[in-house]
């Protein structure tokens, strides 16, 4: 009974670079949420999709980021043309329905040279 | 600005001791959740009161929620040197369930 489970657990990229984030949600789970947490703050909405739609993604910055979560395979989530200030720890959480409790993956720590 | 925050910012007690922490809120909420997180891990959902609801207990943990003051305290009795971890309210906004708003946490230190 595996929980959310994130890969890679770190990341480095260079500035210009592409980063890709993946999340498997836990079995049953069909609501996936990322979160961004920076140094000392708490976690920051970034979006919310379910199987192949994205439901909410008020949180995520309107360029350089996307986000999927296709019908077979992990969400993912995409950071084009990354810079410093995306350096952070990314979180996935998932839940079977919109208003159950959201598990939480370890995250991705995402550092920029 | 923050819907969640929390005070205090930092908490250090002695092991059996009990620890209270709080949270105020801004807007409307349908419930509010507690979540711990342990230093370079994921968070642990601990507990979710409903609005309507105004105290829930959990093993060792007890929730009140105020909803005419906006806030909502949580309290670990005969604490532990594992509950050492940073925690979190989380307020999804009422009719977004789904959307959490987290405060900035509170450190607690629990000393052997």
């Known amino acids: 009974n595996a929980g959310v489970m994130q890969n890679p657990r770190h990341l480095v990229r260079r500035r210009g670079q592409e980063a890709r984030l993946r999340c498997s949600p836990m079995?049953?789970?069909?609501?996936v949420y990322w979160y961004r947490q920076l140094p000392e703050e708490g976690l920051k909405f970034m979006v919310y999709?379910?199987?192949?739609?994205?439901?909410?993604e008020s949180g995520m910055p309107k360029e350089r980021f996307s986000a999927e979560f296709p019908k077979e395979g992990p969400s993912i989530l995409r950071i084009q043309q990354v810079v410093r200030g995306d350096s952070a720890a990314y979180f996935c959480?998932?839940?079977?329905?919109?208003?159950?409790?959201?598990?939480f993956g370890d995250g991705t720590r995402l550092s920029i040279l | 600005s923050q819907q969640g925050e929390e005070d205090p910012q930092a908490l250090s007690i002695q092991e059996g001791e009990n620890a209270t922490m709080n949270c105020s809120y801004k807007?409307?909420?349908?419930?509010l959740q507690w979540y711990r997180q342990n230093s370079g891990r994921g968070l642990v959902h601990l507990i979710l009161?409903?609005?309507?609801?105004r105290e829930k207990h959990s093993g060792r943990l007890r929730v009140t929620l105020d909803t005419s003051k906006k806030s909502s305290s949580l309290l670990i009795t005969a604490s532990r040197a594992a509950d050492t971890a940073s925690y979190f309210c989380?307020?999804?906004?009422?009719?977004?369930?789904?959307?959490?708003?987290f405060g900035k946490g509170i450190t607690l230190s629990v000393r052997p």
């Open positions: 079995k049953g789970h069909s609501h």
């Open positions: 959480a998932s839940s079977p329905t919109e208003s159950q409790p959201q598990h």
């Open positions: 807007t409307s909420i349908n419930n």
């Open positions: 009161i409903r609005s309507n609801e």
């Open positions: 989380a307020t999804p906004p009422a009719g977004a369930n789904s959307k959490l708003t």
């Open positions: 999709l379910q199987k192949e739609n994205i439901i909410d």
